[in-house]
């Protein structure tokens, strides 16, 4: 039998074209609400978003995946390697 590697899943509302990259808030459902400098064009926001959160949750870009939203400011995003309790403390240890 195979182990399946442990995978979180958050939400995010982003709000692109802040004034800084952060984690703003973490709403009462669970959604975490991102500001990003970035602007929604050619995925720069995705990559801005991949990127901070790579930093905030100490995994590599390549474990975090946009499973739903891609194009919208709600997302769905999968965080491989890390349970929900761990990225629960890992996000509210870096809010604003």
Known sequence: MIARAARARLVVRVTPR??????????????????????PVDGEANRKLIALLSEILHVPKSGIEIVAGAWGREKQLSVMGMDEAVLRQRILAALD
């Open 18 to 39: 802040a004034r800084r990259d952060r984690i703003a808030q973490v709403l009462e459902d669970g959604t975490v609400k991102i500001q990003l400098t970035a602007a």
